[in-house]
């Protein structure tokens, strides 16, 4: 059974800087990983997606990592910016009818 | 335009009620998703439908029955409800069962007195 964890739960930094996110997932054989964000009484943004077969991907200050051998994925954030304050939540596609398993997700405050 | 679009946005009712929820997406999906987010904020997969028909089933009560009319809509239905429905539901769609990336609505939130 696939288990997604993110470290750490919560995450408060002044903003201008550079932060990681940390997603861990049990079973290495996955389909793809993506990232959200989710802003308070609203729904899931699609951020990042990256395929099993890829090492990364970049969105303008957002990139993702994927090590797929050891189960691990980092969402790497530049030049944090108080718009950026929400949580952050991985999902793993294990393939399987396009079935995410989700992570108990990261809360981000950027200060000013 | 909203791209996956869910009504009403708040639901309050008493215990043993019926209630549905529904969803509708304009981005031309296949395929279509329920999840349940509790309190604790762990979203969990309940349901999935790809062109109308039931693909993933989640261990989920049978007081739970989503219908879907046609591949843009995807409707959840709640008989008897209980204390532990309280939570927000979200609806969802990606193109088909290939893995592209899943785009949510805003959420139903649900409170049982």
């Known amino acids: 059974k696939q288990e997604v964890t993110q470290i750490p739960a919560a995450l408060s930094v002044p903003e201008g800087e550079n932060l990681v996110l940390n997603c861990s997932f049990t079973?290495?054989?996955?389909?793809?990983l993506q990232w959200f964000r989710q802003d308070p009484g609203k729904g899931l943004t699609s951020l990042l997606l990256?395929?099993?077969?890829?090492r990364e991907q970049t969105s303008g200050r957002l990139n993702a990592s994927l090590d797929k051998s050891s189960g691990r994925s980092t969402l790497y954030i530049a030049a944090s910016q108080p718009g950026d304050s929400a949580t952050y939540l991985c999902a793993v596609n294990t393939g399987t009818a396009s079935k995410l398993t989700f992570g108990t997700g990261t809360r981000l405050q950027v200060t000013l | 335009d909203t791209a996956v679009s869910q009504t009403p946005k708040y639901l309050v009712t008493q215990m043993g009620n019926d209630k549905s929820i529904k969803c509708e997406q304009n981005l031309g999906h296949d395929t279509m998703y329920w999840y349940k987010q509790d309190s604790k904020k762990f979203l969990k997969i309940m349901f999935s439908?790809?062109?109308?028909?039931?693909?993933i089933n989640e261990t989920v009560p049978n007081r739970f029955s989503p219908k879907s009319p046609d591949k843009a809509h995807l409707n959840l239905h709640i008989n008897s409800l209980e204390l532990g429905d309280s939570a927000v539901y979200f609806c969802?769609?990606?193109?088909?069962?290939?893995?592209?990336?899943?785009?949510f609505g805003d959420g139903t939130r649900l409170s049982i007195l």
């Open positions: 079973d290495s054989a996955i389909y793809n």
């Open positions: 990256i395929q099993s077969s890829q």
């Open positions: 969802a769609s990606s193109q088909d069962l290939g893995g592209q990336p899943q785009h």
């Open positions: 439908y790809n062109n109308k028909e039931l693909i």
